[in-house]
């Protein structure tokens, strides 16, 4: 590495986004579709479809029937716990309850709506899936927990240093925003590279960063070590769990019913969750959450939900907080703001598609990026690994379409797989998950066993017909259609099919220029070779 510092960032630009490249562009890929997370999730349970008009004729179910319901449940399996949480939900058929457990982590049920008894497993009309937090649970942490949090912090970590580096190594990076010279070849890849990372430079910073500072307490775990040293429990239980302690005097719960309809008349929005904090104590207390609605989050960039605090025994109000009240300081402001910017609760449409759109921009830059690695070495072999040059070059070739093409093809065949495993299948999610993997494994060995051109063409091929019949496979198999969610005005589930089919086009639109690409330039290097 010598020269000046443009020559020294151009080095580090791109070898930091080699190594990375390919993980980065399954993170960003899996976080450009959680943009659409909850649509991807409606979508991939049509039985809701039936489930919510039958509602309609049924009317809203009373809170109190479910609050009764959930309290008794409670009582008998969680008596010792230190905090309860129940999530009423009127016209559903079963709602949930929580429980904070001994060890200061959540345990919850669901419960008939009608009788108040324990859902059995699979006994929900609703298909077993992830649905769309599939794609968040990969983009967050790899489906790998702890270790996948970390993998993803370094990935990201590294992105800024390739963000930074290739700010620097490009001095008219401006200029290069303007600029695109279709069909000539390593030249036309430059300026589609340049393009993307141009035009989308001020979001991935902003994603990237937002998306760092989320995990802060698994990157930076000594602030949680000290605050458990100094309160002997963990900061989250601190941070989500009671406030105040116990009296150790036994005290009987005032009735919820009227607690809820006050704060529901208050805040004007269905209550979103009844927590009890220090169940059955002297200084039990009861918090009533508001639901955040398109009308009182959209726009908002630091809404929060309202909360009325009332007195468990008496049922006194002890503290209003309206929604969209600010953080109480400009750090948590701060966080608050990182953390919204990334996530999207106070998205409406229009912010979220503006955020699709720059997310699949800025996937197309770092495809772009791996693609013309090999590109600028097909015309000229730098040799930069000896003798084992030729086979490291064609295991990069392996990684570009096992990754662009095969990852691609493995998020829509996660739908597929949504479509065609029987519903009441056991550990049906689990399944799906391994449909998503299965199919990723399968693309790159196919990626090994043919030649790159051929590899290319035929992946990218197989993720446009997957894509464009979607719409089919859907009416196949549960009879519903585009233009029936238009009738009912569900135009989420009608935008997952209609954006598949756009998706299936750009990709067989890649299938004819890159495949032609790859075969040329495949052409050039074994006449360059002999």
Known sequence: MTGGLRQRMA????????????????????????????????????????????????????????????????????????????????????????WLNQTGYYEDAHLSAATGAAMPEHASTVRDTLGGTHFVTFHHELHAGTVGLWIVGVASAAMLVALISGVITHKRIFQDFFTFRPAKGQRSWLDAHNLAGVLTLPFLFMIVYSGLSISWATYMPAVSWAQQLRTGEPAHVREYGPENKPSGQPAVLTPLDPLVRLAETTFRTPAYAVVVNHPGDAKMTVDVYSTNTPDTQEGNLLSKRGVMKFNGITGALMETEMPHRAP????????????????????GAVIRWVYFVAGMAGTAMMATGAILFMVKRRQKALNEFGAATQRVYRLIDVLNVATIAGLSLACIGFLWSNRLLPPDLVERHEWEVAAFFGIW??????????????????????????????????????????????????????????????????????????????????????????
């Open 328 to 347: 109480p300081n400009s750090a948590r402001a701060t966080m608050a703001t990182l953390d919204e910017l990334h996530r999207l609760h106070f998205a």
């Open 441 to 530: 494994l399968a693309a790159l060995a196919h990626a090994f066993v043919r030649p790159v051109a051929q590899a290319w063409r035929e992946q990218l091929w197989a993720g446009a017909a997957l894509c464009v019949l979607l719409p089919l496979l859907n009416v196949v198999t549960t009879g519903q259609h585009v233009l029936g969610y238009l009738a009912q005005r569900d135009t989420e589930r009608a935008a997952v099919e209609l954006t598949a089919i756009a998706m299936g086009a750009l990709l067989a639109f890649a299938a004819t220029r890159v495949g032609q690409r790859k075969m040329s330039g495949a052409t050039a290097m074994r006449k360059a070779a002999s």
């Open 11 to 98: 080095w580090l630009h791109t070898w930091t986004g080699l190594l990375v490249c390919w993980l980065a562009f399954a993170i960003f890929l899996t976080g450009t579709l959680s943009v659409f997370v909850h649509p991807i999730s409606d979508w991939m349970r049509p039985e809701q479809v039936q489930e919510h008009q039958q509602a309609a004729f049924t009317g809203p179910l009373d809170h109190a029937q479910q609050l009764q319901h959930g309290l008794r449940y409670l009582e008998q399996h969680a008596a010792k716990s230190k905090m309860w949480e129940l999530w009423p939900r009127a016209g559903e058929a079963e709602f949930q309850v929580f």
